[in-house]
């Protein structure tokens, strides 16, 4: 367990979904302890959706831009792995690499979905053991944690007893997606033990509103919002392009805004101007 302290929290954590280094940066400033690099609001920032079209490779040069600039704890959502096995193994090498401090993979059969939506589908239990097997080999301290899909696709009792598969399995921390209510995520907590659970309280989907603090009170230790940001971002983003089309300009937009001083705090603009005086003394 000594692996926990320089990884993630310990103790409860809310965590915020980002999707680039300003956010992962704005969240560090706002005093969260770890954020959660969404494959949700990832892939909606790249304009396709979260049905399995990103890539490896999109998927890292992102994470690695994040750990450029902030040593925050990163999860990231690694989708199925990008592949068998196999691949499993090679995509946590790559996103350990890249600076994950924790890497996701569900049991969802490809083209994977949104866990929110009708009509996944998820891999036999066997299978996804061997990918949690081949992610425990591969690293060399992220912690791996495993998604179980299979509650809207089966039944609650599968996704318990293939949580508990998961844990022999070896994976470090139990993640039930779309339950469907308080009372399954209280069912799940008391049914899978010895490892910390992450709970998704996403919005529009499968699962009700239930608070931090609620879930904390059921046993979970994590609990991600990993589109929240984006969408009320999106959305004041949409508001601002009409203000602009209708009015011409952004005099009614000012209060909305984050000023020029709170934004180049965000980016730590002093740091670079004040290095850049000293890099001229050398010369």
């Known amino acids: 367990m000594w692996r926990w ?3 993630l929290p310990k103790e409860f954590t809310i965590v915020p979904g980002v999707f680039n280094p300003f956010t992962a940066l704005l969240a560090e400033k706002v005093g969260f302890n770890a954020v959660y690099l969404s494959g949700g609001a990832l892939t909606s920032s790249l304009g396709i959706p979260d049905i399995g079209l990103i890539t490896l490779d999109e998927l890292a040069y992102m994470l690695r ?3 450029d600039v902030t040593n925050i704890p990163i999860i990231v959502d690694a989708d199925t792995g990008f592949g068998e096995a196999i691949n499993v193994y090679r995509t946590v090498k790559i996103l350990e690499r890249a600076g994950a401090n924790a890497i996701q ?3 969802q059969r490809m083209p994977k979905k949104c866990g929110h939506l009708d009509g996944k ?3 036999q239990k066997s299978d996804m053991i061997s990918k949690i097997k081949a992610a425990l080999k591969a690293r ?3 912690l791996i944690i495993a998604r179980v899909d299979s509650r809207d696709v089966i039944s609650l009792d599968d996704a318990i007893e293939r949580a508990k598969s998961y844990v022999e399995a ?4 139990i993640f039930p997606e779309a339950l469907h209510s308080k009372e399954e995520f209280e069912k799940f907590a008391k049914e ?3 490892v910390p659970l992450l709970a998704n309280m996403t919005e529009f989907g499968k699962t009700p509103f239930i608070t931090a603090e ?3 009170e059921m046993g979970y230790t994590y609990v991600i919002f990993p589109v929240t940001i984006f969408r009320v971002a999106a959305k004041a983003m949409k508001d601002a392009l009409e203000v602009l089309k209708k009015e011409g300009t952004q005099k009614s937009l000012i209060d909305k805004m984050m000023t020029r001083k709170e934004q180049y705090e965000i980016i730590n603009y002093t740091y670079y101007e004040m290095l850049d005086k000293e890099l001229e003394k050398l010369l």
């Open 140 to 142: 060399k301290e992220a």
């Open 65 to 67: 831009k994040i750990r």
């Open 170 to 173: 070896g994976a470090d921390i």
């Open 105 to 107: 993979i569900e049991d």
């Open 192 to 194: 899978v033990k010895k």
């Open 5 to 7: 302290k320089k990884l």
């Open 214 to 216: 609620e879930f904390k």
């Open 121 to 123: 589908e998820v891999v």
